[in-house]
């Protein structure tokens, strides 16, 4: 049985990712989650104080079984490919999550320190993948231009595979996401 405080988040959650952040009031959060409408507020202080907490929970989550896929005796590729096979399977599975984090990506709504905070979860990963880029194992590009490119090829897949009802990527669409960046 779901905690009050898990039921808010759940809720949120899903109206977030069916109505908008912005368009989302906590009277609309607390009804749809069964609880009275002052009990968000013994939770979370603020409507903030929850989009921040989501965003770093979904972050703790999605990138916790990140460091799991990288193999120090895979190739960079073999690394590229599983760490992107995770974050897309993990998202086609939990796309409320996606959603969200598209929201407050593009409108940041989210508090500079918890965004902060947040990327601490993938930081050791990026430091991997500075380093390749550093090795001359990709394109030569900007970093950040990188980074974009492969996370908008992720984000392109998650997108394909939901609307196409599909769970699982494929090693040719994990191959797309290599040839974007390779050198």
Request: glycine share 4%; charged share 25%.
């Amino acid at each position: 049985m779901l905690s009050t405080k898990d039921k808010i988040q759940k809720s949120a959650l899903k109206l977030f990712a069916k109505q908008g952040v912005k368009n989302t009031s906590t009277a609309q959060i607390t009804k749809d989650a069964g609880v009275a409408s002052g009990t968000l507020f013994v939770h979370y202080k603020s409507k903030q104080v929850l989009i921040d907490s989501l965003y770093l929970n979904i972050k703790r989550k999605a990138f916790s079984s990140f460091s799991t896929a990288y193999q120090i005796d895979y190739s960079v590729e073999q690394n590229i490919k599983a760490t992107s096979k995770i974050i897309v399977e993990y998202f086609v599975s939990n796309y409320n999550e996606f959603v969200f984090l598209e929201q407050v990506d593009t409108d940041p709504l989210v508090s500079k320190k918890v965004v902060a905070l947040g990327y601490e979860n993938y930081q050791d990963s990026m430091k991997s993948f500075k380093g390749w880029a550093e090795e001359g194992y990709f394109k030569e590009l900007d970093f950040d231009l990188l980074i974009l490119i492969k996370f908008n090829m992720i984000k392109t897949l998650i997108k394909y595979l939901k609307s196409n009802k599909l769970k699982e990527v494929s090693e040719k669409q994990l191959d797309a996401v290599w040839g974007a960046i390779k050198k």
